[in-house]
């Protein structure tokens, strides 16, 4: 970039983290080499190791790194890094990843040509466990299901959106991504912009992910009506024959139940306030 060139919008990279200490100073490293301005924002949930340690350590050398604490669901941690920001568009990213060197120069490219951007974000472990690919959702033509830990925002959207639904536990960034794009956004896909991050370190961690996955879709479904139609079920079953991917759709299935048979005082109805931001939503 020229040095007469317009200044590169600040980035707030927001982390939330709960007992992280395997991982943290490989992503802290990894966003510290980015391409500037950019800040760190972390969320810690209640780490019962040495995670706030670590983040410590970091923060008193680099201040750019600013560290918080709130417990609660991971949207719930996620809205209070966007609150605590300082820049125009934030990126998320979670505790168990690290970002290649060109990832926020890459999400820049992505967010000046749409209002949301997504990564590629390439697993890191047991190779089997990666090869899975994510269950793809639609809505108007856009893949839905771009996860957290590489996603970016135009901050003013996310705010008029009201961030993240707390009520999920998981599948919350498919509940934004999708109301953004009902409310008009495009969501531009950047494959250069990669993050890494750690598969499961265990099969019953892999399953409990899975499990957890299909409780959070079956939420979905509560907040947004059917979404069965908006699956490509060809290729959806095409990629379920092996017998990890068949052994991770039980556990999901499993999950999906469980929501169903144990959510009913719970159930995820529209939130009004959040319908009505959400209208003319757009950032341009």
């Not at 059917?226 to 999901?252: E, K, V």
Request: glycine share 10%; proline share 5%; charged share 20%.
């Amino acid at each position: 970039m020229g040095s007469d060139g317009p200044p590169l919008p600040l980035i707030s990279v927001v982390i939330t983290v709960r007992n992280e200490e395997r991982c943290l100073a490989q992503l802290l490293d990894s966003l510290l080499l980015q391409e500037p301005p950019f800040e760190i924002v972390l969320v810690d949930s209640e780490s019962r190791d040495r995670t706030v340690e670590i983040a410590e350590s970091y923060a008193a050398r680099h201040p750019e790194l600013r560290i918080f604490s709130q417990d609660g669901s991971r949207g719930i941690g996620r809205n209070r890094g966007v609150t605590e920001a300082r820049g125009a568009w934030v990126a998320f990213t979670d505790g168990d990843c690290f970002a290649d060197s060109h990832w926020l120069h890459e999400l820049r490219g992505g967010l000046a040509r749409a209002p949301v951007a997504a990564g590629q974000t390439v697993v890191v472990g047991k190779p089997s466990y990666g090869a899975l690919e994510r269950v793809e959702l639609f809505q108007s033509g856009y893949d839905v299901t771009y996860p957290s830990c590489n996603l970016a925002y135009h901050r003013d959207l996310f705010e008029r959106l009201g961030g993240f639904d707390p009520r999920f536990i998981t599948a919350e960034d498919i509940d934004l991504n999708l109301r953004a794009v009902r409310a008009g956004a495009a969501i531009q896909y950047v494959p250069e912009a990669v993050i890494y991050h750690h598969k499961r370190a265990t099969f019953l961690r892999f399953l409990y992910q899975a499990f957890w996955n299909g409780y959070g879709r079956k939420q979905l479904t509560e907040k947004q009506g059917s979404l069965w139609g908006r699956y490509r079920m060809g290729r959806l079953l095409t990629g379920q024959r092996t017998p990890l991917a068949l052994a991770r759709l039980a556990a999901a299935f499993a999950g999906y139940a469980t929501r169903m048979l144990t959510g009913s005082g719970s159930r995820l109805t529209p939130d009004p306030m959040t319908t009505s931001s959400a209208t003319g939503a757009a950032a341009h």
